[in-house]
């Protein structure tokens, strides 16, 4: 978030947000949108430019099934079996202040980073409800490929909500951008239509308990595609006075 002074001096600020991804073009036939947060922190170069660093995570697809899970010592028992598609975003962005509002101030931004994805198998046992704790868990795929983003948005200066806190202290913030990236492998378990034929199919095993008979359960496709989203963020920056 860029960081500005009015009457104040700040060297530094902290953002958290939801973040709204939606595919374009070819990935949007393989993802239909995603849910998740992002983290920035930045420094102050001037009262309208800052810069740092932007971390972002997404969850695209889930899945959860009962299996039987054949565990090292031979047992078998029923298990939660959770499948997750997710891309984190790891990225040095600039953002600069448009107009010095009072209350209001729009801004354009810019990142450069790495998008990584990655699909995850957990297994839980159904009897742990708040599934603390996965009995194994496995990386079925990851790639990842380096992007850039572009975007703009405006922050609310909220610091009257606080009585005490200094102006330009804690701001509303609301932004777009567009992510364009390279060609990456991904899964996904809820891809909205087969329009882009997958490369392939990926499987787990596991075990019957009463015919002790291997089967494959279907956790997803493997698809390939360009970086191509549009990335929506609603969130809070606090900034930090020298």
Known sequence: MVLLANGQSFNKEFGFAY??????????????RGHGFAMDYYFQVNNRLAIGADLGLV??????????????????????????????NYMLGTRFIVANGKSVKPYVSFRAGYTAFRTNLSIYDPDDTDHCKPIDRDILLKDGTFSASAGGGIQWDMSAVFNRAPSNTFLFNLGAAITLGGKVNYMNTDAPGHYHTPNSDVNAQFINTQTQVVHEHHVGYVYTSYVEL??????FVMRLQR
């Not at 565990?71 to 997750?84: C, E, K, L, T």
């Open 19 to 32: 973040a709204f991804a939606a595919p374009m073009a070819t990935m949007q036939q393989n993802i239909s």
């Open 59 to 88: 969850i695209y697809g889930h899945d959860k099934s009962r299996q039987e899970y054949t565990f090292s010592d031979g047992s078998v028992a029923p298990m939660d079996i959770i499948v997750s598609n997710s891309f984190f």
């Open 230 to 235: 549009i990335e929506l963020r609603a969130g």
